[in-house]
């Protein structure tokens, strides 16, 4: 069964595969022409949602499954930004390393070396049957300095709460874990599964 992504991240698309490596996991973009999606909504569940039946709209397929994920990183000591920002917070074409740059640019303007942090994902499944929308969460903190260079986006400052290591540092299997996308990655299956999406897997 064909899984169509409503995001060309190659950072989200290798995590996505990897969880869902018993179906086929496919980029929209390969398919077809890749195209602007404004994401105006005011929550992560509202621009999942606008991705996913953008993208569901646009393939003219009524059988497409599409899936689309908007996560962040809210910081306590930022006032719990960038949260639905995270991925334009130091501009519309910034780099990840200029959106974590920012962070620690605002910790240091705030005379902090760490704060509490949490990630959220929403993920929103549009189908024939309409569209379904699970969320998962991470907690811990973020720190003013990236140790490790695995992951992407925010990854490199960002402690799970437990471990004393980076998320830049931690192996693949132990984020998988705890990964928000994971955790709502496997929430969004079971209720594939539910609805009769995996046919016998």
């Not at 290798?14 to 980029?27: N, Y």
């Not at 497409?64 to 990183?73: F, K, P, T």
């Given at each position: ?122 993920i929103s499944l ?66 594939m599964q539910g ?7």
């Amino acid at each position: 069964m064909k899984l169509y992504l409503a995001t060309s991240n190659k950072g989200k698309v290798r995590e996505i595969q990897a969880l869902f490596s018993h179906l086929e996991v496919i980029p929209y973009s390969e398919v077809i022409p890749p195209f602007e999606i404004i994401e105006d909504g005011d929550t992560f569940k509202a621009n999942a949602i606008i991705k996913s039946e953008a993208v569901y709209k646009a393939l003219k397929d009524e059988d497409a499954l599409v899936l689309a994920d908007d996560s962040g990183i809210s910081v306590a000591a930022l006032d719990y930004a960038p949260g639905i920002y995270s991925a334009r917070y130091a501009g519309e074409k910034a780099t990840d390393k200029d959106n974590l740059n920012k962070v620690i640019d605002g910790l240091k303007a705030k005379g902090v070396t760490e704060s509490p942090a949490f990630y959220t994902a929403a993920i929103s499944l549009t189908s024939k049957y309409g569209t379904e929308v699970v969320h998962g969460w991470m907690y811990g903190k973020v720190i003013d300095h990236p140790q490790g260079d695995g992951g992407f986006g925010y990854d490199p400052i960002f402690i799970p709460q437990g471990y004393d290591q980076t998320l830049g540092e931690l192996s693949d299997a132990i984020k998988s874990k705890l990964s928000h996308r994971s955790q709502a990655l496997s929430r969004i299956e079971i209720m594939m599964q539910g609805m009769g999406l995996l046919g016998s897997n």
